[in-house]
Structures are given as structure tokens and as C-alpha cells.
């Protein structure tokens, strides 16, 4: 990394875990979230149709804004490599 370069700095999005409850890729979903400090907002798309259509198939299904970043299994690997390419955005957004 640059010199001077500080990784608290930098202002990840906002993510939302599409999630419902029983769902055991959602629970592990949310665990592995929370062991490699993501920070997210867990929505339960139980009832709510439009969320229902949309990822209902998927759940759990990890979205920054309106952009999908993975569906499914999240393993930490898989979290970790995601964690790596928004840091690398957000240093690009920050030198802009």
C-alpha cells in the first residue's frame, strides 16, 4: 500500500444480507460477515414480495446499493476476496 495510506479511512458501502429465518446459508452467511467485520444491515425478505421475487431463490444474497456482489454460499474466502475489491474501489473513489 501507498505511503500514508490509511485503511480506516476508507468508507465501505453499505451492505444489505438478504436473508430469512431457517435458512442455514443465511445464518452462515451472517457469521462469516460478522468475523471478518463487515458492517451490513440483515433483511428478512419473509412476506415482503417484490424482495421475495427478486432473491428469493438466492438467499442469501449480499448487495451494496442496487449492485449484487455474491449469492449463495459466502465462504470466508470468498468474503475475504469481496472485502479486498471494495477496499481497492474505495481507494479509487478516495483519489479521485
Known sequence: MPSGFNLSE???PE????????????EQAHAHLLALDYR???VDITGKAE???LYGNDIPVLVAGNRVLLK??????RLS????MLVREARERQSD
Not at 451492505?15 to 443465511?26: D, I, Q, V
Request: hydrophobic share 35%; with cysteine.
Open 72 to 77: 449463495g454460499v459466502f465462504s470466508k474466502s
Open 81 to 84: 476476496t469481496l472485502k479486498l
Open 40 to 42: 451490513f444491515t440483515e
Open 15 to 26: 451492505l444489505t444480507l438478504y436473508s430469512r429465518p431457517g435458512c442455514h446459508l443465511c
Open 10 to 12: 476508507l468508507t465501505l
Open 51 to 53: 424482495l421475495e421475487r
